[in-house]
Nanobody, 117 residues
Framework: QVQLVESGGGLVQAGGSLRLSCAAS?????????MGWYRQAPGKQRELVAS???????NYVDSVKGRFTISRDLAMNTMYLQINNLKPEDTAVYYC??????????WGQGTQVTVSS
């Protein structure tokens, strides 16, 4: 059974930092997968914010460049998203999944990030 479990969110003030974690289990091996962090803000569609390829190449959307860092621990089969200098517009539920997202892999429950101004 494929499972992705996100954690690490919380309520922080603008300018603060968080480190999100994505623990993968089942048939997903982060070392063999192109993975992504996504977020969905209230009333908006889910969007990809960062991705990391099988060989470790990373990409970010312009709005998070310089503030977000995607990384992974292959031994732990876990992916991370370090978020610095948080802004109120970063408020969203953050999810991890394959990139592109596969219909055969369900979304996890996500982790809520709320940034107060």
């Amino acid at each position: 059974q494929v499972q992705l479990v996100e954690s690490g969110g919380g309520l922080v003030q603008a300018g603060g930092s968080l480190r999100l974690s994505c623990a993968a289990s089942g048939s997903i091996f982060i070392s063999r997968s192109h993975m992504g962090w996504y977020r969905q803000a209230p009333g908006k569609q889910r969007e990809l914010v960062a991705s990391i390829s099988r060989i470790g190449n990373t990409n970010y959307v312009d709005s998070v460049k310089g503030r977000f860092t995607i990384s992974r621990d292959l031994a732990m089969n876990t992916m991370y998203l370090q978020i610095n200098n948080l802004k109120p517009e970063d408020t969203a539920v953050y999810y991890c999944n394959l990139y592109p997202q596969s219909p055969s892999v369900n979304w996890g429950q996500g982790t809520q990030v709320t940034v107060s101004s």
